[in-house]
């Protein structure tokens, strides 16, 4: 049986979005869609929402800066 910190060990040495990989974009949107989820086009799709979320949740430290480096106030300006 794998253990929650075994899990986390494993995301964590991803880069980016780990879930992306494990959990479909596919697989999110047909959830979406099940279930008369609607939305609107933002900077961030719900598909990577979910992604970041995920990621953020099981990182060391639950910041939001490896998900979504350009969200970060050190992060230089999106051109």
Same mark, same amino acid.
């Given at each position: 049986?794998?253990? @929650? =910190? !075994?899990?986390?060990?494993?995301?964590?040495?991803?880069?980016?979005? %780990?879930?992306?990989?494990?959990?479909?974009? /596919?697989?999110?949107?047909?959830? @979406? =869609? !099940?279930?008369?989820?609607?939305?609107?086009?933002?900077?961030?799709? %719900?598909?990577?929402?979910?992604?970041?979320? /995920?990621?953020?949740?099981?990182?060391?430290?639950?910041?939001?800066?490896?998900?979504?480096?350009?969200?970060?106030?050190?992060?230089?300006?999106?051109?």
């Amino acid at each position: 049986m794998t253990t @929650l =910190q !075994e899990v986390r060990a494993r995301f964590a040495r991803d880069q980016g979005l %780990p879930f992306a990989d494990s959990l479909s974009e /596919l697989c999110i949107l047909d959830a @979406l =869609q !099940e279930y008369g989820v609607k939305y609107r086009d933002r900077l961030f799709s %719900p598909v990577t929402t979910i992604w970041g979320f /995920l990621s953020q949740v099981l990182s060391e430290d639950h910041s939001a800066v490896i998900p979504c480096p350009e969200s970060s106030p050190t992060a230089p300006p999106l051109v």
